[in-house]
């Protein structure tokens, strides 16, 4: 009975957090616009006063004049905020094309395994073993590790890891997954509406509602599905954000695309890969 009120409980808080993130992210978006607002509708009645009181003396034009220009800074503030925007296409071309060379890289070295995510001195990287009875290691010192027969790998940095850096430098809070990829997808860089994660006793799946990087991930796995196996720039993000988060080692599993959502399996990898 307790068990089944705690769960009860639980589901309700998770809703109210749902609701809250997204109250919170309209407030941020819209701060500057009830901003404008303000300063039209002050600056309107200052102007208004002063043109009826009119009385042809300095004191008179300074009001009218500020009115006026409180009405204009507000007129910009509705219309203009500090983001710069890029276009999506840009955006897309511009990291496929690194892609591309990574995957061609990947591909004429006949590497065909799945990278393997592992937090190593306080840093992220993604390993590729080169044979299938690779020991995993902890201490990389060069991109091909070939100090031992069985620990020969392609070690790299991952497509998401200065993203997922980027959110540790605004003070990004690890303690757990769900609260994590809230607070660096849709909040931080607000490239997801929303985020669900479910825990499985080897793997976490994670989906992804109406991601702006959708398209991005899905040319990515027609045109470079060499890069799949480690991870475009936004798969990478979440696998180094659950690598940070656990201290395990990480693998992509599997990648699904929907019409609006991508759907990501991420399993743990123990210390020996097999």
């Given at each position: 009975m307790e068990d089944a009120l705690l769960k009860r409980r639980l589901i309700e808080l998770e809703r109210e957090n749902k609701t809250l993130r997204v109250e919170h992210s309209?407030?941020?978006?819209n701060e500057y616009r009830y901003t404008g607002y303000a300063l039209v509708f002050f600056g309107a009645a200052a102007a208004a006063i002063s043109y009826f009181t009119y009385n042809n003396t300095t004191l008179?034009?300074?009001m009218l004049f500020a009115g006026l220009g409180t009405v204009y800074l507000g007129i910009l503030s509705l219309f203009l905020t500090p983001e710069k925007f890029i276009r999506e296409e840009i955006l897309e071309?511009?990291?496929?094309?690194?892609?591309?060379?990574i995957n061609n890289i990947i591909q004429e070295?006949?590497?065909?395994?799945?990278?393997?995510y592992v937090l190593s001195d306080d840093e992220i990287r993604v390993v590729i073993p080169l044979r299938s009875d690779y020991k995993l290691k902890k201490t990389f010192q060069r991109t091909f590790q070939v100090d031992e027969p069985g620990s020969t790998a392609l070690v790299l940095v991952p497509l998401g890891?200065?993203?997922m850096q980027m959110a540790e430098k605004n003070g990004a809070d690890w303690n757990s997954i769900q609260h994590a990829l809230d607070e660096v997808m849709v909040d931080g860089l607000e490239v997801a509406k929303g985020v669900e994660v479910e825990h499985g006793d080897?793997?976490?799946t994670v989906r992804v509602d109406k991601p702006l990087y959708i398209n991005l991930c899905r040319r990515v796995s027609s045109e470079a599905p060499g890069i799949c196996n480690i991870g475009c720039s936004f798969c990478?993000?979440?696998a180094c954000i659950i690598t940070k988060n656990t201290g395990k080692n990480v693998m992509i599993k599997q990648v699904e695309h929907g019409k609006d959502h991508v759907t990501a399996k991420f399993q743990l990898v123990p210390d020996i890969h097999p």
């Open positions: 309209l407030a941020k978006k008179a034009s300074i071309r511009s990291n496929l094309s690194s892609i591309i060379v070295l006949q590497i065909y395994s799945k990278g393997i890891y200065s993203l080897a793997d976490i990478s993000l979440i």
